[in-house]
């Protein structure tokens, strides 16, 4: 029914940016929550970012300033730009959404993208 497709995970230096993409399709009534999570090899799954459909932001301390999660509603999208990269942003990172579709209000979690950031 509903499914997140993510994109924009790469190899970059400290210091560089990468924007993330997230684009849900299927009967889409509304995208409650949506939000940017990261998982590293053998660590706890973390969120990094949260915005709500009234716009309200929440931010993991260490990313604030420098990441930024944006959406585009009419194409069902959201962002999360990452600027100033660290090694310590080295990490899977999976966009997720609460959506509402016909009678149903679930989470929906994407496949996963692959961020390095090299020394």
């Known amino acids: 029914q509903v499914e997140l497709v993510e994109s924009g995970g790469d190899l970059v230096q400290a210091g560089g940016s990468l924007r993330l993409s997230c684009a849900a399709s299927?009967?889409?009534?509304?995208?409650?929550?949506m939000g940017w999570s990261r998982q590293a090899p053998g660590k706890q799954r973390e969120v990094v970012a949260t915005m709500d459909k009234g716009g309200r932001l929440n931010y993991l301390d260490s990313v604030k300033g420098r990441f930024t999660i944006s959406r585009d509603n009419a194409k069902n999208a959201f962002y999360l730009q990452m600027n100033s990269l660290k090694p310590e942003d080295t990490a899977v990172y999976y966009c997720h959404a609460h959506i509402t579709s016909q009678l149903y209000a679930n989470n929906y979690w994407g496949q996963g993208t692959q961020v390095t950031v090299s020394s």
């Open positions: 299927g009967n889409i009534l509304s995208i409650n929550v």
